[in-house]
């Protein structure tokens, strides 16, 4: 257990409405993720943080925003959702203490845009 | 350009056979490579991983296997169980940069017949 909480787990949106989904770790990890997981496309980094106020894109970054306001919370935001971003997005953290350079996911949010 | 690439969408093993999945990347700056495994509706699960500076890292019935020249990693599952059924992925981070962005392949069903 990575100590990941994911909310909402399951949500279903209209086109066009914003959506924030987050993710809240418990342990002080300076490191977080968003990918989002697509039948052949495997995980997709959308976003990362490596401490607070510090963000970075990844590969699929575009009709995404994030913020990391405190060390506890990435928040993933998609300011006008569209089909294409119906999937299922995972946040991972990065434990350096415990494990070294190996990152740890939760338990996923549905996101189905409809 | 995808630079982690898993050719395999899905494997089929015998019960007690060996299991062999193979990951290829194109990014000579990644130094540290894992393999996670995803049941549906889970998350992905950590397994093993491998430094560049080893070129075979085994825990359990999981063994990595890592080609550096040839950028190609390989997981061994021996003896495959019915319980190994999964989705497989693996995944690379050039971490001597200190940017920890971990980039996934696009994952291996593997299916284990009893």
């Known amino acids: 257990d990575a100590g990941i909480t994911q909310s909402p787990r399951h949500k279903v949106t209209e086109t066009g409405t914003p959506v924030t989904l987050r993710c809240h770790q418990t342990e002080n990890h300076r490191y977080m993720y968003w990918y989002r997981q697509d039948p052949g496309h495997g995980l997709r980094l959308i976003h990362y943080s490596y401490g607070v106020k510090d963000t970075d894109k990844g590969e699929v970054s575009d009709g995404y925003s994030v913020s990391r306001s405190k060390t506890e919370d990435f928040l993933l935001t998609l300011e006008s959702a569209t089909s294409s971003q119906t999937s299922v997005y995972f946040c991972?953290?990065?434990?350096?203490?415990?494990?070294?350079?190996?990152?740890?996911f939760g338990e996923g949010s549905w996101l189905t845009v409809v | 350009d995808q630079q982690v690439k898993q050719n395999s969408p899905s494997l089929s093993v015998q019960e007690g056979r060996i299991s062999i999945l193979n990951c290829d990347y194109t990014?000579?700056?990644?130094?540290?490579f894992l393999w996670y495994k995803k049941y549906p509706a889970e998350g992905p699960t950590f397994l093993i991983s491998?430094?560049?500076?080893?070129d075979k890292n085994e825990d359990g019935r999981f063994t990595v296997f890592l080609n550096k020249s040839a950028k190609h990693l390989s997981l061994h599952i021996v003896p495959s169980q019915p319980g190994d059924s999964a989705v497989y992925f693996c995944a690379a981070s050039a971490t001597a940069s200190g940017t920890y962005k971990y980039i996934f392949g696009t994952g291996t069903r593997l299916k284990v017949l009893a």
């Open positions: 990014n000579s700056m990644f130094d540290y």
């Open positions: 491998i430094s560049s500076i080893k």
């Open positions: 991972a953290i990065k434990d350096s203490l415990i494990s070294g350079n190996t990152i740890y």
